[in-house]
């Protein structure tokens, strides 16, 4: 039978309980998901984008369903190259929509026969984003709530040294 893969493309910087949530999620539905990491070239990672694969690796680890890769450029291009023609996108809230929409909308007039599903994460996640994150370890605050074990240590590591 012929296996559903989709793509869950973001930066990941750094991935925390909320995109964790949407991929156990998808993966009730697909067989396969990629995650794909990508240096956003809008915002400056504070993650090297391999430290954010290893990071993403080393958490998904024991799942054979979820791989991990880098993709640069149009994500367009990368999923033409993949041959994969689904999207999974997490939807926290009102303003995440027009975003969302406007990637749809762009990658669609590359790709027509592209489609993208939105999830929605668990409740307590819905406000959660990597720069709410950042901005709580950088002020020394305790993250362990919202991110894996790993992403906690390597914020703590990052800011005790700035
Ligand atoms: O969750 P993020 O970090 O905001 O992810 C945004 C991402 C990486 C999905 C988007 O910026 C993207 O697809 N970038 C690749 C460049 C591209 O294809 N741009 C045109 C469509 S927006």
Redesign the pocket.
């Known amino acids: 039978m012929k296996e559903t893969i989709a793509v869950y ?5 750094p991935i925390t309980n909320g995109h964790i949530d949407i991929i156990e999620r998808s993966l009730k539905f697909i067989d396969r998901i990629v995650i794909a990491v ?1 240096d ?1 070239p809008h ?1 400056k990672p504070l993650f090297e984008l391999n430290k954010r694969i290893s990071i993403i690796k080393n958490i998904f680890k024991k799942s054979t369903s979820v791989e991990v890769e880098i ?1 640069n ?4 291009d990368y999923l033409k190259k993949k041959n994969i023609f689904l999207i999974i ?1 997490g939807l926290r809230e009102v303003s995440d929509f027009n ?1 969302e929409f ?2 749809v909308l ?2 669609r007039k590359f790709l027509s026969r592209l489609e993208t599903i939105f999830l929605m994460p668990r409740e307590e996640y819905l406000f959660l984003s990597s720069s709410i994150i950042k901005e709580i370890a950088s002020m020394n605050g305790d993250v362990k709530k919202f991110v894996p074990e790993i992403v906690a240590k390597e914020l703590k590591n990052i800011y005790k040294n700035r």
């Open positions: 493309p973001g930066s990941f910087d990508t956003n915002k993709f450029g149009l994500l367009v996108r975003y406007q990637i762009t990658n």
